[in-house]
C-alpha cells in the first residue's frame, strides 16, 4: 500500500489548437477549442490515481473556487482514484492555464486563480495528512512559501519529498535541502544553476536530481556514474502533461520500492503513452495499459 499526497494546482486548460499564432494587433482563426482538466498538481495526481491500486491511498491537497470549474475538476479526481475531500473551494476563480497547440508543441499561459490561494499558513488537518503520507509530491504552481513550508515538514517528518519545480523560478534552490527527489527539465536546470553543466550539477545529488530532456529522456548521477534512461519514440497527439504524467509515474514507482533507475523507466513508458492522447490527462495511462506495452518490464512487478 502506498499513501502518496500531491499538494498543488488544480485547473482547467482552455486549449485553443491553431496552424498560426496571432502577432500582436492581429486575430487569427484557431482549428479547434476544447476545455479538458489540468493543472500539474491535479495532472500528476490523476498520473498516479490511474496507475494505483485499490489499496493505495493517493489524496489530493489544494483549492478551486467557486465557479462551474470547480466541482467538475473535483469529479475528475474522484473518476480517476484520487481522493479530493480535502480540496479547498473558496471564493476565487479556480485556476485556468489558456494553451495554444501549435507545430506539435503547446504554449500556457497559466492564471493561478484560486491555486494562488493554497497557503500553509493556514493548514490545520492537512498537517496530519502530509504526516501520514510515504510519499508528497510537490510542484511550483502554488506559492513558494507553501511548497518550502511543507517540504521542511516534511523533512522534520521523516515524510519523502518529490519536487517538480515546474515553471521553474528562483528560489527554487532553496528547497534542494528538504525534498528527497528534486525533477526539473533541461530548461527549468539551466535557469537554477547558470553557466553549469548538467552533468557536473546532478554529480551533487547522486539519486535525487533527475533531469528530464524530453525526446532525450533523462538523466541522473547514481553516485558511481551518469545514467541515461533514453525515451521512448512516440507518434505524438499532444505533449501538454508528458512532465507530470512522467513524475507522477515515477513518483509511483518508487512509493513501491522500485529502484532509482527502473522507477524512471516507468515513467518514461507512462510520459511515451501519454503524448499519444489529446489533453493533459487524455493519454495518461492505466497500470493495465503500461502492462500491455510492448516496453513494460515484468521485473516492475507492480500490482
Ligand atoms: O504541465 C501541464 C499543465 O501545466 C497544464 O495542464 C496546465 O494546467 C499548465 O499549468
Not at 29 to 41: E, I, L, R, W, Y
Not at 142 to 166: D, E, R, T, W
Not at 221 to 247: C, L, R, S, W, Y
Request: hydrophobic residues 40%.
Amino acid at each position: 500500500m502506498s499513501k502518496i499526497v500531491i499538494i498543488g494546482s488544480i485547473s482547467m486548460d482552455l486549449v485553443m489548437e491553431t496552424d498560426r499564432i496571432a502577432e500582436a494587433g492581429e486575430t487569427v482563426f484557431g482549428k479547434q477549442f476544447s476545455m479538458v482538466p489540468g493543472g500539474k498538481g491535479a495532472n500528476q495526481a490523476v498520473a498516479i490515481g490511474r496507475l494505483s491500486s485499490k489499496d493505495d491511498h493517493i489524496e489530493m491537497l489544494g483549492a478551486v473556487g467557486q465557479d462551474q470549474f470547480g466541482p467538475s475538476l473535483l469529479d475528475n479526481l474522484n473518476q480517476n482514484q484520487v481522493i479530493s475531500e480535502n480540496v479547498g473551494t473558496i471564493p476565487y476563480s479556480t485556476g485556468v492555464a489558456q494553451i495554444t497547440l501549435y507545430d506539435d508543441d503547446n504554449r500556457i499561459i497559466y492564471c493561478p486563480g484560486a491555486n494562488g490561494e493554497v497557503d500553509a499558513s493556514h493548514f490545520d488537518s492537512e498537517w496530519d495528512i502530509i504526516k501520514s503520507a510515504d510519499l508528497v509530491v510537490l510542484q511550483n504552481e502554488i506559492s513558494h512559501s507553501s511548497n518550502l513550508a511543507i517540504a521542511q515538514f516534511c523533512h522534520q517528518n521523516g515524510v519523502k519529498v518529490l519536487y517538480n519545480p515546474a515553471p521553474s523560478r528562483d528560489t527554487d534552490v532553496d528547497m534542494l535541502d528538504f525534498v528527497d527527489v528534486f525533477t526539473p527539465n533541461e530548461h527549468e536546470i539551466k535557469e537554477l544553476f547558470p553557466n553549469q553543466e548538467i552533468e557536473d550539477v546532478i554529480k551533487h545529488y547522486p539519486n535525487k536530481l533527475l533531469v528530464t530532456l524530453g525526446t532525450k529522456g533523462s538523466i541522473f548521477f547514481d553516485g558511481k556514474e551518469i545514467q541515461k534512461v533514453p525515451a521512448i519514440k512516440a507518434e505524438v497527439v499532444d505533449t501538454t502533461g508528458a512532465g507530470d504524467t512522467f513524475n507522477g509515474a515515477f513518483g509511483y514507482a518508487l512509493s513501491k520500492g522500485m529502484s532509482f533507475k527502473d522507477a524512471v523507466a516507468f515513467g518514461t513508458l507512462a510520459s511515451h503513452l501519454s503524448v499519444q492522447g489529446f489533453g493533459a490527462q487524455g493519454g495518461m495511462p492505466y497500470l493495465k495499459e503500461m502492462k500491455e506495452s510492448g516496453y513494460y518490464e515484468e521485473t516492475w512487478a507492480v500490482e
